[in-house]
């Protein structure tokens, strides 16, 4: 098996066309960050408790009740984690959907899902109905979450790929702080306020679905499944009519041969020996992303902010501040990610990171404490809402963008689709745990829980330094020489070389 030794830049600008195409893909991540933060505003609205929950009303309001747990309700965290288990499988079976017909088809159906899934969730009359309509957007993440960056990384330039892979992660911010604000107006309608939180993302599902009618499949999708015309034609358009595509489309055509002589059983060939780099990266990196404890601090800020002693009202006003910050972060990573490089970001992300978890244990231990009943101070409940949000603002910049940018990218194409599926599906299956354990986690660790999670923040920076090849302006075509080239990896790389030969 051949590995080229250098990157190659093949020239073309970015047009307009590519941007268009790329926006829509980007967009799924507004479905899952509005997915994400809802839940947190929802759960812990009267109107929502009172309906649905009545026993976490009454138990919110007992001045006897632990600060910690005033929130720790089996039924209630299933209805937020059910979005994760159910995204978990669906990507599993996307992967299969996506070699045969396409990224483009896999984001349309993903889109009409998310529109059946909203309209579920809105109408609900029970808890089955929230369940139900909350999983149905679930399927759809697993769909688009598992395309839509192999359809950015495919189309984007390969000078621009981190940027145009990071604007997934820009929409997801969008899409959290989107949810946060509709929230925190929604929350001042008695009675069915709610509904309108859980309804608004109806509007960007029918955007989504009616655009993916008109984008057109990636150039390497199109070759893999024998539309090599077609393929050459879209490249042509996504590059520029200038552009000399020649190059370019030779090297995929190339990558499309050799992965055609792999294509049976990509699963199975994920989990041999050949491809085992990958494959422990691409496990690696989103389960350490969930392990940095920002996830569920995105779904439950409000209950965080509301435990600390704020109100309803200023604790999801908390959560608007904390999607201003996540904004900005991802903003920010899309203009350097292909300068600095993904290790740089993974590294000073993860520290920033650690700091403030350890900052945000020691003020709740000295001032919120084990007590049942304790009362943390206005100034210091502040002091937590600032560390918040400069943790989300590293996270932003680092974890949050580049989980999804390294695994959409370090892939030979006879396994893109099935190592992305299974990223996608380990990350959301890290998601649903970890979303189901949080509010237990903080009822039985209190303020132990930030430990639990700096522990594991240093864990994960230093397998980034060790064992994280950098991929920064590499041609996916090309990967291969990345871990060839690397300290650990190139031995095992140039071992199975020979063994093929």
Known sequence: MAVRGCAQDYGGGVTYFVVMICLL???????????????????QMESFLSKFFPEVLSGMKSTKRDSYCKYNNQLLTAFTSSLFVAGMFSSLVASHVTRRLGRQAVLLMGGMLFLVGSICKTSAINIAMLII????????????????????????????????????????????????????????????????????????????????????????????????????????????????????????????????????????RLFSKEYRHYLLIGIAIPVFYELTGMVVMASYSPLLFRTVGFGSQMAILGSVMNGIASLVSTMLATFVVDRTGRRFLFIMGGMGMMLCQVAISWIMACHLGKHQIATMSRGYAMSVLVLVCISTFHLGLSWAPLRLVVPSEMYPMEIRSAGQAMSV??????????????????????????LFYVAWLLVMTVFVVLF????????????????????????????DKQEHQ
Not at 172 to 186: D, H
């Open 25 to 43: 893909a980007a967009s799924c991540g507004l479905i899952f960050g509005y997915s994400i933060a809802v839940s947190g505003g929802v759960t």
């Open 133 to 268: 309509g909350r999983m149905l957007i679930g399927f759809g993440l697993g769909f688009t979450l598992q395309a839509a960056p192999l359809y950015l990384s495919e189309t984007a330039p390969a000078r621009w790929r981190g940027a145009f892979a990071s604007a997934l992660v820009a929409f997801l911010s969008i899409g959290i702080l989107s949810a946060t604000v509709t929230n925190y107006f929604a929350d001042r309608i008695p009675v069915w306020g709610w509904r309108v939180s859980l309804g608004v993302v109806a509007v960007p599902s029918a955007i989504i679905t009616v655009g993916a009618i008109f984008v057109p499949d990636t150039p390497s999708s199109l070759a893999m499944r024998g539309f090599t015309d077609r393929a050459r034609l879209v490249l042509q358009r996504i590059r520029g009519p200038d552009a000399d595509v020649d190059a370019e489309f030779k090297d995929i055509v190339c990558a499309v041969e050799e992965a055609r002589k792999n294509n049976d059983g990509a699963f199975r």
């Open 468 to 495: 994280l090849p950098e991929t920064k302006g590499m041609p996916l075509e090309t990967m291969r020489s990345v871990f060839s080239r690397h300290w650990y990896w190139r031995t095992y790389v140039n071992n």
């Open 425 to 450: 599906s380990i990350a959301l299956c890290a998601s649903f745990i970890d979303m189901q354990v949080y509010i237990t986690l903080l009822c039985t660790m209190k303020y132990g829980v930030f």
